[in-house]
């Protein structure tokens, strides 16, 4: 047999699914990384729509469906909006480290990437009173001593890598580790279908945004493939993109499609990662 058999899940669940919110706010936009200083005042407004608007539009769905989801949020953004983040805690979802200033990881240095890390856990810890067991990469890219660092300072896993629709284990220096990764694949990220902006132009040529009813066909068509597979599904979403009146409506009928399969364990990635460890699941050599 060529294919793995599917994992196992809770309670008899046939997939995962794991619900990830990237807070990025006004850092996609910013003119200077160094001094965190956005000079487009549009710019800002259009990153600052996702901690405004966009999250707690989302937070009210998923207290209304009784779901899950893990929020990914920049330190800067820790910084400027205290209040969403303490919600955020408050009404039960895992919040994520996503760097200071949403940083690219591969082009720093491990000390740079060090103190990324810990000023952003600092600054979590006195906002919100937790330190993030899971991180995602800014714009999914990592250094080759990212991992090892993660595995360094404790963190339960990642959500970084695009190479496989299951969780595992990654292997460090030769050594399979405790570090989980959750995988996620810019196909279900709402991001490369609907961003749109002039200063940096986001997409290039300003000519496409994704329509709304075949983007979420496709997500569900995804879905239906992983249910089938018995695999760990993980929408990628940023409150700026999907926390639209109009697409968290789509966002909403989604939802009811998962529901209705009625055999779906709805999970935060530390949720996923301590089951996936806990499981004698054969480890993959990535490194």
Avoid at 162 to 187: F, K, M, N, S
């Amino acid at each position: 047999m060529h294919r793995e058999p599917p994992p196992v899940w809770p309670d008899g669940a046939r997939c995962a699914v794991m619900l990830s919110f990237d807070v990025d706010g006004p850092t996609l936009w910013l003119d200077d990384r160094s001094t965190g200083r956005c000079d487009d005042a549009r710019a800002f407004s259009i990153g600052a729509y996702g901690p405004w608007r966009g999250a707690p539009r989302l937070l009210d769905l998923l207290e209304d469906r009784g779901l899950p989801a893990t929020f990914f949020v920049p330190g800067k953004i820790v910084e400027q909006w205290p209040a969403l983040v303490k919600d955020i805690a408050a009404s039960g979802h895992e919040l994520g480290h996503h760097g200071w200033l949403h940083e690219t990881f591969f082009d720093h240095p491990r000390a740079a990437q060090r103190d990324i890390i810990e000023r952003s856990q600092d600054r979590l810890e006195r906002t919100a009173g937790v330190r993030a067991v899971g991180f995602r990469s800014p714009s999914g890219d990592i250094a080759a001593d990212t991992p090892s660092l993660l595995e360094e300072l404790g963190f339960s896993y990642s959500s970084s890598m695009r190479g496989d629709d299951r969780p595992y284990r990654w292997e460090i220096d030769g050594r399979t580790t405790d570090l989980i990764e959750i995988p996620a694949h810019w196909e279900l990220d709402d991001y490369q279908q609907f961003v749109y902006n002039e200063s940096s132009p986001e997409p290039p040529g300003l000519d496409r945004i994704a329509g709304t009813l075949a983007t979420f066909d496709n997500w569900r068509r995804e879905f239906d493939g992983y249910h089938r597979w018995g695999l760990c599904y993980v929408l990628m979403l940023h409150p700026q993109v999907i926390g639209k009146p109009q697409r968290v409506r789509a966002l909403e009928r989604l939802l009811d499609h998962i529901g209705r399969t009625g055999d779906v364990w709805f999970a935060t990635g530390a949720q996923i990662a301590d089951w996936w460890r806990s499981q004698a699941q054969p480890p993959r050599s990535v490194a």
